[in-house]
């Protein structure tokens, strides 16, 4: 998730664990350990994109990486705040927690974490979006108006507790949601007698109303829209070549080998103006449709002296793709 939401969420298990002990230093120190799983990205100043993307929710989003650094932020934490009486145990707690449920949360995105490192495995649930306001901003609302209160004051404690339990309801209801959109993905696919080896679903962009559901089948990867007020309605599958071919000599390449287990294979072949790319499909597209170029994460490959460089392509974000995506979830003729 987003650094808002993960030092939202640090905060709120800091003043869960610690509030009635040391009040709004549990929420700063919560907030503090919320975002130091992310401090990973600046492995990108050291080495080159694709290697940073492949270390990205890595070790620092492990179970063993909260295990081994609590004990030492918690360890700090104490020495600074001595006089008080929370203990160094005390603290190693809250830091465990509050760096362990930065992965648990971040396990529910698209990217997902590798949270039993060091197994080379990334867990994805795939049901919220990086950003959904839907998400934050009530539990932002409710952590503020707790930080609010003194630490004995018990309303501050129930604050707190009404902002974690709405923010765990609305998670558990896009499950929900996510349910009903694979459902209808599958129900479509079979009625429209399409043979494929693999489904996933994911909310689009900023809502979980709407669903992209990607499909392998055969030599291609389809892409279909289904929000939850669509009903029954047939899902409209959007169908993009992998064009594996047009990679030639380079397909064992190892970049390309690398992409390719990055994104599971999860990825078309797109050439265009003489320019060769590698589109991840993960991550969606801007708008609707089948052009290749509405991809969100695409990568140009330029071969030079024989080495292959890896070009990040800026996608198009225009205002009208964003208000397309919201009419969608209420009018499926905006596709």
């Not at 934490?77 to 145990?89: L, P, R, V």
């Not at 479509?188 to 109303?209: G, M, V």
């Not at 559901?213 to 055969?218: A, L, Y």
């Amino acid at each position: 998730m987003d650094s808002v939401t993960q030092i939202v969420l640090g905060a709120a298990v800091g003043e869960a664990v610690l509030g009635k002990k040391v009040g709004n230093k549990a929420m700063l120190w919560g907030a503090i350990a919320g975002t130091v799983p992310d401090l990973d990205v600046f492995v990108k100043f050291f080495v080159d994109g694709l290697t940073a993307d492949e270390m990205h929710r890595g070790f620092s989003h492990s179970l063993l990486f909260s295990v081994l650094f609590a004990p030492v932020l918690g360890w700090m934490a104490w020495k600074i705040h001595k006089n008080e009486t929370a203990t160094w145990k005390n603290w190693t707690l809250l830091m465990f927690l509050s760096l362990v449920t930065h992965p648990l949360l971040d396990l529910h995105t698209a990217w997902g974490t590798q949270f039993f490192w060091p197994l080379p495995y990334k867990l994805t649930y795939n049901n919220i979006f990086v950003i959904d306001p839907l998400y934050t901003v009530p539990f932002m609302i409710f952590v503020i108006l707790a930080m609010r209160r003194r630490r004995d004051d018990p309303k501050r404690q129930r604050l707190n507790t009404t902002g974690l339990i709405i923010s765990c309801s609305y998670m558990l209801l896009t499950l929900v949601f996510k349910g009903v959109a694979h459902h209808q993905f599958t129900k479509s696919l079979e009625q429209q007698h399409i043979a494929y080896t693999e489904l996933e679903s994911k909310p689009t962009p900023l809502n979980s109303l709407l669903w992209c559901g990607f499909v392998r089948s055969g030599d291609k990867i389809l892409m279909g829209y289904y929000s939850i007020f669509d009903g029954s309605a047939p899902v409209k599958f959007y169908a993009f070549p992998q064009h594996r071919e047009l990679l030639g000599h380079l397909a064992g390449n190892d970049k390309i080998l690398r992409l390719d287990h990055l994104t599971r294979g999860w990825y078309v072949i797109e050439k265009k103006d003489g320019k060769l790319y590698f589109d991840d499909v993960r991550f969606g597209q801007v708008g609707f449709g089948n052009d290749p170029r509405s991809i969100v994460a695409s990568r140009e490959l330029i071969e030079k002296d024989g080495n292959l460089e890896l070009v990040q392509r800026q996608p198009e974000f225009r205002g009208e793709d964003f208000g397309k995506l919201f009419k969608r979830i209420v009018d499926k003729g905006v596709e």
